[in-house]
Structure formats: structure tokens, C-alpha cells
């Protein structure tokens, strides 16, 4: 006979995804009502925390080069490290770092490449050497080595305002 196929992913990364959406419930005695009621409050909480994590994510997608949608981008950001904070997301929150990250590398290697050229950077492209893109820049990373602080993520403080520095920098 053949196995039937269970419902749990099989694959190592989708095992490893499982695990890291996994909330960490505080190791206590309780009672059975009590269980199920935590059961049922894991359960109808993970995925709405799921589907909130997505949207803030596209949203940094989609608004991220886009120097008329900075104030929204940065805002996203700003509200999506709040809710790591108060939800006390860790996993979120060091992705959301590494997306922050990649996005102003990203931006500034394609300014660099216009500047390298000697080329004028397009309108419809951030530029992060103007004051209100340095400013809301400046702004997001303070407000991440704030979270970050409060988090206990050490390593993610120090990321930020070494980034900080780079910004004040050039």
C-alpha cells in the first residue's frame, strides 16, 4: 500500500516557512477551556498577521523607486515596524530590515550608474541626494533603530544607524 499524502508541506522550505510564521506561545500550565480558547485565538489571529505582513510587503514593492509615492513608502514602513513592535514579530521585523536594506542599495546603485555616465537621474527615479528623500530616509531609519531597541535586536540597531551613517556620509 501507498502512503496517503498528508496535508503538512513536505518540502524542506516550506517546512522551514511554517516554522518561522510559527507564533511563540509563553510556556505556562493552563487549563483545557484555556488551551482551546488560545488554540482558536492562534488560529484565527495567524492568518490575518499572515495576510497583514503580505500587504505591507507589496506595498514597500510597489511604492519603493517611486519618488512621488515616498511619503506612502515611508509610512508603510514606519507602521509596519509598529506593528513588529507591538506584536513582538521579530522574524518580520529582520526581514523587514533586510527589504529596507536592499532597497536603498538598489536605489543608490542605479543613481550611482546615471551619476557614473554623467547622465541626469530621471524624474521618475528616487533620488536620495534630495532633502525631502534624505530626510524621510533619515526619518525611517531612526524610527527602525528605535523599534529595534525596543525589539532587543541589537544587530538590527547597529545596521540601522550604520546606515545612517552612510547616508550622512555621501
Known amino acids: 500500500?501507498?502512503?496517503?499524502?498528508?496535508?503538512?508541506?513536505?518540502?524542506?522550505?516550506?517546512?522551514?516557512?511554517?516554522?518561522?510564521?510559527?507564533?511563540?506561545?509563553?510556556?505556562?500550565?493552563?487549563?483545557?477551556?484555556?488551551?482551546?480558547?488560545?488554540?482558536?485565538?492562534?488560529?484565527?489571529?495567524?492568518?490575518?498577521?499572515?495576510?497583514?505582513?503580505?500587504?505591507?510587503?507589496?506595498?514597500?514593492?510597489?511604492?519603493k523607486n517611486n519618488p512621488k509615492l515616498l511619503s506612502i513608502y515611508h509610512d508603510t514602513a514606519r507602521k509596519t515596524m509598529s506593528w513588529c513592535v507591538a506584536l513582538q514579530r521579530k522574524n518580520e521585523f529582520r526581514r523587514l530590515c533586510d527589504i529596507l536594506a536592499t532597497h536603498l542599495t538598489s536605489a543608490r546603485k542605479i543613481a550611482d550608474s546615471y551619476v557614473e555616465q554623467g547622465l541626469p537621474l530621471p524624474g521618475h527615479l528616487l533620488d536620495?541626494?534630495?532633502?525631502?528623500?534624505?530626510?524621510?530616509?533619515?526619518?525611517?531609519?531612526?524610527?527602525?533603530y528605535s523599534s529595534a531597541a525596543e525589539l532587543e535586536m541589537w544587530q538590527s540597531a547597529y545596521t540601522s544607524m550604520s546606515a545612517v551613517w552612510t547616508l550622512m556620509a555621501k
Open 128 to 144: 536620495l541626494n534630495s532633502p525631502d528623500a534624505l530626510q524621510a530616509t533619515l526619518e525611517t531609519r531612526f524610527a527602525q
Open 1 to 63: 500500500t501507498t502512503p496517503a499524502p498528508s496535508a503538512t508541506p513536505t518540502t524542506s522550505a516550506a517546512i522551514k516557512e511554517e516554522e518561522e510564521h510559527e507564533e511563540e506561545l509563553p510556556e505556562e500550565d493552563v487549563g483545557p477551556e484555556e488551551a482551546s480558547m488560545k488554540t482558536a485565538e492562534r488560529t484565527t489571529l495567524k492568518p490575518t498577521q499572515r495576510f497583514l505582513w503580505e500587504s505591507y510587503k507589496t506595498i514597500l514593492e510597489v511604492t
